[in-house]
């Protein structure tokens, strides 16, 4: 994992994209820390470049669904295990294999 703090996002406070993680604050939560740890997790168990695939159908399936740039945002399962259990320090030790798959389709 490499941090960037610092880095000129728009509306997002952290982005991750194997092996980086870009933050827009020079401070960087731990919050926010944990979150972007989930994503490079999910990232790795899908082999990387399926995980970007993945992600993007699972965006553009919910935008027509709920014809809102954010609410697909908040629909994708990735993001959705990720922002369930930020404040889960512990997490990522006791997370089971391809732990987003319960929250798909649960809008």
């Known amino acids: 994992m490499i941090i960037i703090k610092g880095f000129p996002l728009y509306k ?10 870009l933050i827009k604050s020079k401070k960087v939560s731990k919050v926010l820390l ?3 740890r989930i994503h490079l997790r999910q990232q790795l168990e ?3 470049l399926p995980f970007y695939i993945w992600y993007l159908t699972e965006w553009l399936y919910w935008l027509v669904i709920k014809k809102s740039w954010w ?3 908040d629909n994708i399962s990735f993001e959705k295990e990720a922002y369930f259990h930020e404040s889960d ?3 990522l030790q006791k997370r089971k294999l391809w ?6 389709g649960k809008s």
């Not at 732990?99 to 798909?104: D, E, R, Y």
């Open 89 to 91: 320090f512990d997490y």
């Open 34 to 36: 944990n979150h972007e």
């Open 46 to 48: 899908l082999l990387i």
């Open 12 to 21: 997002i406070s952290g982005i991750t994209l194997w092996p980086f993680v």
């Open 99 to 104: 732990g987003f798959l319960k929250f798909i």
């Open 71 to 73: 609410a697909a945002y």
